[in-house]
């Protein structure tokens, strides 16, 4: 996002070689939260590292970033390697609030393999003054409505039962958020 910032210099070099060490098509970043309101900054997801992961099959793999709010919807917390958005539909859907939601959905489709980067890279600023995400509109609800809807319509029977469980998860919580949200 244009307003968050990488936390030093080394944070590409790292995550290239995530990507290549592991040979995975999506590597999820540790970041820092830094709240502009109170000048303070928080790790987010910490207590974990990418040795919890290793070995598992995707889907169980997945399952448990689900579980534990890792695989979030936002794209900034995410590498891609450039391969996979050629090979599938991951340009992201223009002229919706809510493109991310959709995006890491198909993301999840499309990723045969995942893993960690150990080391927060990136900061995510919040509290900011005009920030579409501090902000609630009725624009905001009819999109992810819209994208929760396009993540239902995918047919999940080719894929395992964790990898389904995982993607269900992923597709309720953002549900729940938006019910919230609707309701605030």
């Known amino acids: 996002d244009s307003d968050d910032y990488w936390l030093n210099e080394n944070c590409l070099r790292k995550m290239a070689d995530v990507l290549d060490t592991h040979d995975s098509d999506v590597a999820v970043l540790k970041y820092i939260k830094y709240d502009e309101r109170s000048g303070k900054f928080s790790k987010v997801n910490s207590g974990f590292n990418s040795a919890d992961f290793l070995n598992n099959e995707y889907g169980l793999m997945l399952n448990e970033l689900v579980s534990r709010q890792l695989f979030d919807s936002c794209a900034w917390n995410k590498v891609v390697r450039a391969e996979l958005f050629r090979k599938n539909d991951l340009s992201f859907r223009e002229g919706i609030v809510a493109e991310d939601l959709d995006w890491s959905a198909r993301l999840m489709l499309a990723a045969k393999s995942i893993t960690l980067v150990n080391d927060p890279v ?18 905001n609800l009819i999109d992810t409505k819209q994208s929760i ?5 995918i047919d999940l029977s080719q894929y395992t039962d964790s990898f389904r469980k995982a993607y269900l998860s992923y ?14």
């Open 149 to 153: 809807d396009n993540c239902l319509n």
């Open 171 to 184: 597709v309720a919580y953002k549900y729940v958020i938006w019910m919230a949200e609707g309701n605030a």
């Open 122 to 139: 990136y900061v995510y600023r919040v509290g900011r003054k005009g920030s579409i995400t501090g902000t609630l509109k009725l624009k």
